[in-house]
């Protein structure tokens, strides 16, 4: 199956510092990627979808100049979360979907677990 | 407004027997649906998907069943292991065609398997 890949797995930072997450499509090239939140024994929820060389399109309620997505290849994703503050401590995940297949099936990198102090 | 319900958080089942997760949606213009597994800290993994031209789709232990007129999905494991036990989330999508790749998650259903 397609893989992708997530970087760093965690990281812990300072309130008011930003935090980039790398998000990476392995063997496939990926023009759609998308980044989700998962809270504590809560659902995946999606944030946005990043679009390889255009803007990346946020659901509602989600700060787009908080979340800065940049989509600057077929095979990265990167979401930078600015000025971060505790509430933002989460869990984020990236997915893509492997356009090799027909269908809709994404796979999810393995997450990265943000901390704010 | 929750589109993709998944009513049981939790469910325990003896090893070896049969585990059923259930999930309903309310959007009618979802046509894929979709089974992940989730462990701690980690991204979901793959399980097993159905278009809606199908009522099944069959993969291993692992079967799931489409009623699109009771806008229900379950996926049954069958025998259940206990590496099985972790959160399941069921998720669907409008579909490809419509260029809408969006996937909307179920709350998740926690299984155990007992040994």
């Known amino acids: 199956g397609a893989v992708v890949s997530q970087h760093p797995s965690w990281v812990i930072c300072k309130s008011g510092t930003s935090v980039k997450i790398e998000c990476r499509s392995l063997?496939?090239?990926?023009?759609?990627m998308f980044w989700y939140r998962q809270f504590p024994k809560q659902s995946l929820m999606l944030m946005a979808t990043?679009?390889?060389?255009?803007?990346?399109?946020?659901e509602q309620g989600v700060e787009k100049d908080k979340f800065l997505i940049n989509h600057a290849s077929l095979t990265l994703s990167t979401l930078t979360v600015t000025s971060a503050h505790p509430e933002d401590s989460s869990f984020y995940i990236c997915?893509?979907?492997?356009?090799?297949?027909?269908?809709?099936?994404?796979?999810f990198g393995p997450g990265t677990r943000l901390t704010v102090l | 407004d929750q589109q993709v319900k998944q009513n049981s958080p939790s469910l325990s089942v003896q090893e070896g027997r049969i585990s059923i997760l259930n999930c309903d949606y309310t959007?009618?213009?979802?046509?894929?649906f979709l089974w992940y597994k989730k462990y701690p800290a980690e991204g979901p993994t793959f399980l097993i998907s159905?278009?809606?031209?199908?009522d099944k789709n069959e993969d291993g232990r692992f079967t799931v069943f489409l009623n699109k007129s009771a806008k229900h999905l379950s996926l049954h494991i069958v025998p259940s292991q206990p590496g099985d036990s972790a959160v399941y989330f069921c998720?669907?999508?409008?579909?490809?065609?419509?260029?809408?790749?969006?996937?909307?998650f179920g709350t998740g259903t926690r299984l155990t398997i007992i040994p």
């Open positions: 997915s893509a979907r492997d356009p090799r297949t027909s269908t809709d099936t994404q796979y």
């Open positions: 063997d496939f090239q990926a023009t759609t």
């Open positions: 990043s679009n390889e060389g255009s803007k990346a399109t946020y």
């Open positions: 959007n009618s213009m979802f046509d894929y």
């Open positions: 159905i278009s809606s031209i199908k």
């Open positions: 998720a669907a999508s409008e579909g490809s065609n419509f260029g809408n790749e969006k996937l909307t």
